[in-house]
């Protein structure tokens, strides 16, 4: 695990889109796995603004709530199709993402499994880290082989969740998500915190054991992960 500790924020997002941009340069099909959220959204802007040319890529989306579908405001395919992915230019076709609104959620999974076995695996996987240590949605306790599926969220998610919605009373109560198993096998990770409200997630990750209590750390055993943060996220280092 190599920790790229940078002064701002935007330090931070510059480094990110470097990768990307250097990513689909030497590789132009390349599979990108795409977190939403906030921290993510200077680094996808950086990358869109450099027109990298995405005619072959492909990218798979980390996880979506349960209830919302793909059109649905709230929805990270919405999100990510309307600020990245559409900007980026790329195909909505080899956008790929879980189904909110699927009636079976465990086939819906095991489909999802699929499509990244067939496109050949996730050659870089973009991940967020919440207060708990969750990354995707794997919350606390969640097995570090999991696989992709269904997942009950925890009340410190949900109102951490809350402001996209208006009241943690509207954020869904579950969710699909890539298993850890199924994110530990990207070829690169890079996990990107800014502030300092991340910090003791950071520490707990990148400094304590190895532990579903923070299914963060299950990143130290993975050979090709940079945690990319800034000065305020990396405080407790």
Known sequence: MRIVVLPTADDAAQFVADNFEKLLATKPNAVLGLSAGSTPELAYQLVCERHPIVD?????LLDEYVGLSATDGQSFRHQIQT??????????????SLDGRATDPVATCAGFEESIRVLGGIDLQLL????NGHIGFNEPVSSHLSRTRSIQLTETTRNDNATAFGSVDLVPASALTQGIGTILEARQIILLATGAHKADAIAAAVHGPVTEAVPASAL????????????????RC
């Not at 967020?128 to 207060?131: I, L, N, P, Q, T």
């Not at 055993?221 to 405080?235: E, G, I, K, S």
């Open 83 to 96: 600020t990245f992915t559409d900007p980026l230019g790329l195909d909505p076709s080899r956008l790929y």
């Open 128 to 131: 967020g880290v919440g207060r």
């Open 56 to 60: 072959q890529a492909a990218a798979v």
């Open 220 to 235: 130290q055993r993975h050979p090709n992960t940079m945690v990319v943060v800034d000065a305020a996220a990396a405080q």
